[in-house]
């Protein structure tokens, strides 16, 4: 299995960006697909997740209403997008995927055994 995730760029506060992330080897559909950031020196933080199969997602408290999950199975495509950006938003942001992981460890980054390169976004003030 293959993550590509791409869409990070340099977005001002309370803009939007919509990251993708396109996987190969595994339909989208089959696997549950997260989301983590990560900042220099800190841990990787959950930020969502798209549950296998159907549309249910779960998200981090601190993007709870300006982020959704939507998924292109045709283009095998998960992706994240992300309204009222704000600074504390800037990191890595990386997609992550298992076919395993049980809804009670979603939020936990060792759940996940595939994970793609990782897309900068950075949110001026």
């Known amino acids: 299995v293959q993550l590509q995730a791409s869409g990070g760029g340099l977005v001002q506060a309370g803009g939007s960006l919509r990251l993708s992330c396109a996987a190969s080897?595994?339909?989208?559909?089959?696997?549950?697909t997260g989301w983590f950031r990560q900042v220099p020196g800190k841990e990787r933080e959950f930020v969502a997740v798209?549950?296998?199969?159907?549309?249910?997602?779960y998200f981090a408290d601190s993007v709870k209403g300006r982020f959704t999950l939507s998924r292109d199975s045709a283009k095998n495509t998960v992706y994240l997008q992300m309204n009222s950006l704000k600074p504390e938003d800037t990191a890595v942001y990386y997609c992550a995927n298992s076919e395993q992981v049980i809804s009670s460890t979603v939020t936990r980054a060792s759940s996940y055994g595939y994970w793609g390169q990782g897309t900068l976004v950075t949110v001026s003030s």
């Open positions: 798209l549950f296998r199969s159907g549309s249910a997602t």
């Open positions: 080897g595994r339909s989208s559909r089959t696997s549950t």
